[in-house]
């Protein structure tokens, strides 16, 4: 199945649930955005929405993780946090390198 006819069937879904109604900015042209950068502008969408990407989601839980890290003192309970921190990097680098993959244009 094609992306545009996925995308349809979504709007289509969406508008049958009542989805699309009485959004901000119902009726007016979409905001300008800068064209030279799909991700930020994917980003943009989705922040206005409430929903923060996944990448963004684990770049904040390894930022947590590696506090856990420096407070944590004990030999035995540091490999099991630096366990859970090279799981979240992995995860992340798997995020990073499929939303390079997916917006690559070549």
């Known amino acids: 199945m094609k992306w545009r006819t996925l995308i349809e069937n979504q709007i ?30 994917g980003f943009g969408i989705m922040a206005e929405a409430g929903v923060l990407p996944n990448e ?7 930022e947590e993780q590696r506090k856990v890290i420096r407070e944590t003192t004990d030999l035995t309970a540091r490999k099991k946090e630096m366990r859970k921190l090279a799981d979240l990097q992995l995860r992340l680098s798997i995020e990073q390198e499929a939303r390079q993959k997916f917006y690559k244009t070549t």
């Open 56 to 62: 963004i989601v684990l770049k904040k839980a390894v």
């Open 12 to 41: 289509h879904k969406a508008q049958a649930g009542g989805q699309l109604e009485n959004l901000k900015g119902e009726g007016k042209p979409l905001p300008l955005r800068d064209a030279g950068n799909i991700v930020s502008a």
